[in-house]
């Protein structure tokens, strides 16, 4: 089992939809969780952070963590072209401050 | 803020040749990183370093693979022999403190693409 899961996809939403990416991990005892975007040629960069249980809202951004079941979320409310990247989720283990990466999943906003 | 500087920005070299990347973090992060990602592929942490002192280096593969960071900010990382399965893109990131989780954020550098032929 991959320490970080992610659908590598394409996902393809219309604009203007919600678009959901998943993350399942499976330590347990992770702490700390991250998605970036990549775009295509580029280097990651950060979206938004999640460390405790629940919702977290950044503009058209929300990260959704529950530690119970493993799984992190990313919702894209209003998806635009512009979206369309690969989407990475981070995961911080237990015990240790590095991240591990899951192999991200293409998104495809359609104009 | 400047960020993450990295050069060279692509090197192409023939297998059994050596290369050398250079990695210059934001001011004042005193934690540093180097990760390998293969296309499609998410990066994968090769070294970590806090301050000049190796906190991770699990998955660098030392028979091939260095890393310094002197006088703990920048930081070189070298490949001698190259093999063709190290063509990659060669990521530097840093953060401002790598041991608590609300220091923990870490930015990335341009990174640099290595074709080995």
């Known amino acids: 089992q991959k320490e970080v899961e992610q659908n590598s996809g394409p996902l393809s939403v219309p604009e203007g939809a919600i678009a959901s990416l998943n993350c399942t991990y499976s330590?347990?005892?992770?702490?700390?969780f991250f998605w970036y975007r990549q775009y295509s040629g580029k280097s990651p960069e950060l979206i938004m952070f999640?460390?405790?249980?629940g919702d977290k809202e950044d503009g058209r951004f929300t990260a959704q963590l529950n530690k119970a079941s493993q799984y992190v979320s990313l919702l894209i409310r209003d998806s635009q072209p512009s979206d369309s990247a690969t989407y990475l989720c981070?995961?911080?283990?237990?015990?240790?401050?590095?991240?591990?990466f899951g192999t991200g999943t293409r998104l495809k906003v359609l104009a | 803020e400047a960020g993450v500087a990295q050069s060279p920005r692509y090197k192409i070299i023939e297998k059994r040749q050596s290369v050398a990347f250079w990695c210059n973090p934001i001011?004042?992060?005193?934690?540093l990183y180097w990760y390998q990602q293969i296309l499609g592929q998410g990066p994968k942490l090769l070294i970590q370093?806090?301050?000049?002192?190796?906190?991770?280096d699990s998955q660098l593969p030392k028979d091939r693979f260095s890393a310094e960071r002197l006088k703990g900010v920048d930081s070189t990382l070298k490949i001698q022999p190259a093999k063709l399965e190290d063509s990659a893109v060669y990521l530097c990131?840093?953060?401002?403190?790598?041991?608590?989780?609300?220091?923990?954020?870490?930015?990335f550098g341009p990174g640099t693409r290595l074709t080995v032929l």
């Open positions: 990131a840093s953060s401002l403190d790598g041991r608590g989780p609300s220091y923990n954020e870490q930015f």
């Open positions: 330590d347990r005892g992770s702490q700390s």
């Open positions: 999640i460390y405790s249980n």
């Open positions: 981070a995961v911080t283990p237990s015990g240790t401050y590095k991240y591990i």
């Open positions: 001011s004042g992060h005193a934690t």
């Open positions: 370093f806090q301050n000049n002192g190796v906190v991770d």
